[in-house]
């Protein structure tokens, strides 16, 4: 699958015109079909990292992809569509992928790329991941190291792109607002054994006036309790 991609990629590369349609779509689909193998894959029996996964890693696949994508139009229509493989990735694979910055980097770059979305699609795919990504940091406190230490340039304005890009959303009604707040929660709850991520929270973010604590707070218990209501 990775062959053909590849092909399609380095083809483009030589080329002036925009990529035609048949080849979008067929690097859409090889792309799909690597990472559902990917997803199913399991690490080996000797504890090491699958074939796919060592693959994907060694030659930087999920970086050349979205290097891609962003030459071509790069709509939200497309990030929703890496959205939704990296959601895959996190919540169906047997390895740890977050623990490789292969992995972790070009994710990072994607998100920063969607730091003002203007569709609906992508504000509820773009939470939903960032939701899934703060219970899997909740579930292995070091992945939060390496999303928290990548250099700047690839997380964009501030040390933590996960908290930034979650903020504008906590005061949401319906499903992404409780995702959003839920989000926040646990890494709030880590903070209190993380000094750098504290710190962060107090002294660099825009959420640390105590009245938007407050409020965020009361918010998320008013939710809770007319959910259980």
């Known amino acids: 699958h990775w062959t053909q991609v590849l ?18 779509t067929a690097v859409r689909n090889y792309t799909d079909q690597m990472m559902y193998l990917l997803a199913e894959e399991r690490t080996q029996e000797s ?10 890693v060694l030659e930087n696949v999920l970086h050349k992809l979205l290097v891609w994508h962003q030459k071509q139009d790069f709509s939200e229509e497309k990030k929703v569509e890496l959205l939704k493989l990296y959601e895959m990735l996190i919540i169906q694979s047997h390895q740890p992928m977050l623990k490789h910055k292969a992995i972790v980097v070009p994710l990072m770059r994607l998100l920063s790329t969607c730091s003002e979305p203007t569709s609906s699609i992508l504000e509820s795919n773009l939470v939903l991941l960032l939701n899934q990504l703060c219970v899997s940091m909740a579930r292995e406190p070091s992945i939060l190291e390496l999303f928290f230490h990548s250099p700047a340039t690839d997380q964009g304005p501030t040390n933590l792109l996960i908290f930034s890009l979650l903020v504008p959303f906590i005061h949401r009604d319906g499903g992404i607002g409780q995702q959003a707040r839920d989000a926040l929660l646990l890494i709030m709850a880590m903070s209190a054994s993380n000094h750098t991520i504290a710190t962060y929270i107090t002294d660099h973010s825009y959420f640390c006036p105590v ?19």
Do not use: N
């Open 211 to 229: 009245s938007t604590f407050v409020q965020f707070v009361d918010t998320g218990l008013q939710h809770s309790y007319s959910s259980i209501a």
């Open 47 to 56: 504890g090491t990292i699958g074939p796919i996964l060592e693959f994907v």
């Open 7 to 24: 092909w399609i990629l380095e083809k483009s590369e030589t080329r002036q015109s925009p990529v035609a349609a048949d080849d979008l």
